[in-house]
């Protein structure tokens, strides 16, 4: 019994508190203020939004893991979507075959992949900031996309993309399966991998990493590859959701996965952070929207809500530290 | 005995209790007019507690008497000690990085005065004439930024002077001076005590203690050893003071003649650095090089280790020519590399024990092509066990440890790599001297077990007591060669500091 018990803390870890109480929080607040909130339909909606949120989220984790930033993330998932539905129109657009989407999808995960790959060479080898690098990165992929598309939407894609994006498997969403596989990969990135463990070293001290005999080089560059791919599947995904790309879908996650990060717990600097808790916290973000959208609170005001819980937990945080260092003191 | 003049400062019955732990206990300390006196004792012996209690920062338990040129107090406050001339100068300095030299030096004298202006001209006049005193002479309109260490450490001494300074203190002044730095450093010293000031010295470098005070003052656990006179002791002697155990400091060199070569330098250069080195390790052997700092031990060591690329010459592994591309072929090739700057390059401080251990030899923990926990544990545990480290749990962060913990564990990482040549680069900087006899404990059995080790050390006893030849090293080239069995400690020492 206490094996299980070491098991399941090992897994959840310290990170854990914060969105584990906020979880608790929300699903006690809104389920007393609102009789429809423990319901199929709140959970329905919160897994068909979470997964896009979601996806974008752990694209942001790996780099912000090794003390950098993705800010090119949502540009990135635009510009895969773009390379989807382009093979897709050049085979016939609504009547194209699933061979066409899947190369499609191949490419776009391409294309993302080599998003990531310029960056992570660049930060590697100019040791430029990871912040001016993607933000470089994104302002050149905005411009990119907004000139290949005029600024317009791209649509006209074959049926049997809608069940990527509304369909269910034995009742579970398409899309929330996508996301929860790549949780799952992540997590055993971050556990089991190599390159997992020195993601975190390198977020600590590169320079001790290096002396270590470690390619620290490859590894920033493997870290923003793999995330400028999950950028992509965020971008595919988006692409079935809506049944259209445009650029600048999903803009405004951008800075949302930097907080949902360091409400999973995740050190702001680096070093520090587990996929587990950062998916808890995705889903308190969406459930926190679902519960005041039923509250019939407006939209814009749940992203307010956001802020104000984000700012909550750091200041609940800090005292938790806080009575942990007096309780230490005193004994 | 002789009459003494009246102490400056006077110290008697001075406790001080952290949380249940005595940090001080009924410790007296005098310091006379203009003197030049030495607070020696090991980490955590109270020599910065008590710094504290003289400078107002901590109060003492009641009892205590402190008397300060003529004047009793039960306790002292920053501001009295300021104004009435003790300053300190920390280690970190608490300097100005982006202010120039005289605003760093004189910004004390326009605080809280009225109207709130500030006079940069005076303020230039001050900090030059504080400059003078020290005969330094550095351009007080730049900014401080674009000075080296050892300058910045000349604006902290002017920056205390300019408070009228009577007593001044230094918390290991010359940790990041080399040599030559360090020598002008001591001369200030010398001219501020010539112009009346006294200085308390806290160093841990026992040269330049015996070269510089003319009295010593030894704290062992929170208690006062004792006060001696500097004339007549020895560094063996002040290293037992403060630990309170005899070292037999025997020489430990062999003849390893006969062993098969591990390593062959052939005219290694790398110009500005270092030029025509050439030297052989073999199995067993331990290679002492000792040098001035800057003479290129490091740069020589990082070029075996393949992260630095030599311009000519050779590098030899068992008869087989070496070319690191990078310090992995290092690596791979069998040489592990343990960093002078344990701090910053060699440990990841905020990381845990046992991935500290680990991360040179993830691929000795990987089971069925995953990392596994349980394997990772095994193996931390039986490095922990064979090198006695002192831990609490493997996820601990690595900084919790003491400095001779953390080296062990550093030791502990290399090992896990498997090396056939094994560099340790300043293997006891920050270790506490109790704790250095039990790393050469550790290099003595390593070498024992066949290991060719290269020991870089800038305390020349180090190599000369644990190395079985000494190699050294000045200005880039291979100035001598030293037997230990067959020569002095003196001899070397003489050679090196010459």
Redesign the interface.
Known sequence: MTAIVNRTRALLGPEMAGPGFALLAVLIFFGLGSPQFLSRATFGSVAFQLPELGLLTLAMLLPVLTGGLNLAITFTANIAGLTLAWVLQQNGGVDAGPVAFLLGSLLAIGAGALSGVVMGLVIAYTRAHPILVSLSMMIFLRGLGEFLTRGGDVSGFPSFLQPLGHGSILGFPVPLIVFIGCVAIWH?LL????LG??T??IG??I?????????TRKVLVLVYTLSGAMCAVAGIVMLARFNSVRVGHGESYLLITVLACFLGGVNPFG??GRVIPVFVALVVLQLLASGLNLMGANQHLATAVWGILLIAVMILRFAAGRIKFLKR?KG | MESSPEPLLSLRNINMTF?GVKALKNVSFDVLPGEVHCLAGENGSGKSTLIKIITGVYRPQPGAVIEYDGQAYSHMSPVTAQSSGIQVIWQDLALFPEMTVAENIAFQTVLGRWPRLVNYNSLRKTAARALARLGVKLDVDLPLKDYPIAQRQIVAIARALVGEAKLVFMDEPTASLTQSETDHLLEIVRTLSTSGVAVVFVSHRLAEVLEISTRLTVLRDGALVGVYPTSGMTQSRITELMTGKTFDQTIRARDVSGNPVVLEVEGLSRPGQFEDISFTVRRGETLGITGLLGAGRTELALSLFG?LKPRSGAIRLEGKPMHFS???D??AAGVA?L?EDRL????????SIA?NLV??S?DRI?SRG??SDSRKRDLVAQWIADLGVKIGKQDDAISTLSGGNQQRVAIA?WLA?DPRLLILDAPTVGVDVGARAGIFDIVAKLADSGLAIILISDEVPEVYFHADRVLHMAKGRIANWFTPRDCQLQDIEAAVYA
């Open positions: 055993l556990t089991r991998m190599k463990f020195n975190y070293m600590s001290n320079e001790a990493v290096r002396y270590s005999g470690i390619n070093g520090f003191k | 949380g992260m990078s310090n992995r290092a690596v590399y960093s910053s390059l060699g440990l990841i401080q905020p990381q991935d991360i040179a993830l990987i995953l990392l990482k790599t």
